[in-house]
């Protein structure tokens, strides 16, 4: 039977973890297995660029957060090596992230994750990542938007071209 002080430090994990999991807008749960030293110090270090908070933790320790925060359906998914990744700000980060190293590394795998407080399976979480960045979308969009706008610009233009010949006939 663990001691007192032991028990206090592992409650005391699991409260930091579901503080962390309740402000986080995504999280991705990951099996970290076989990926070498130098992936691993990479990986972390775009997790922590792109404001992603990237924990090992016991996967008991995470199955009690994740009770008590409501996602007990990715508790299925915590066998073997497991860590998690959430954000707080970006919802595509964790799962682009961890989809590139996924990717890269054969024994590296998502697992599930999380968004707007909802467990989804290892597919959605490659298709979040799939997602193109926010820079992106919003250069699509204006330019969807530009292209009817100047079209119109150019008809009336025309107009405007057409009246100005005939008055000078």
Excluded: H, W
Excluded at 11 to 35: D, F, H, N, R, T
Excluded at 73 to 97: C, E, Q, T
């Amino acid at each position: 039977m663990p001691s007192n002080s032991v028990l206090e430090q592992k409650k005391a994990i699991v409260a930091g973890l579901v503080e962390k999991l309740k402000k986080a807008q995504s999280g991705v749960l990951v099996q970290y297995q076989g990926i070498t030293v130098e992936d691993d110090t990479k990986m972390r270090a775009a997790f922590r660029k792109a404001g992603v908070d990237y924990m090992v933790i016991k996967n008991t320790l995470i199955g009690r957060a994740c009770d008590e925060v409501g996602y007990g359906a990715m508790k299925d998914k915590l066998n073997g090596m497991s860590a998690i990744a959430v954000s707080y700000k970006d919802p595509v980060a964790p799962a682009k992230i961890a989809k590139e190293y996924a990717d890269k590394v054969e024994t590296f795998e998502i697992k599930c994750g999380f968004i707007d407080n909802e467990v989804v399976d290892a597919n959605a979480v490659k298709e979040l990542a799939d997602i193109p960045p926010k820079e992106v979308l919003l250069a699509r969009f204006l330019g969807s938007i530009q292209g009817p706008i100047s079209g119109l610009a150019r008809a009336l233009q025309a107009v405007i071209d057409k009246g100005g010949e005939a008055a000078a006939e």
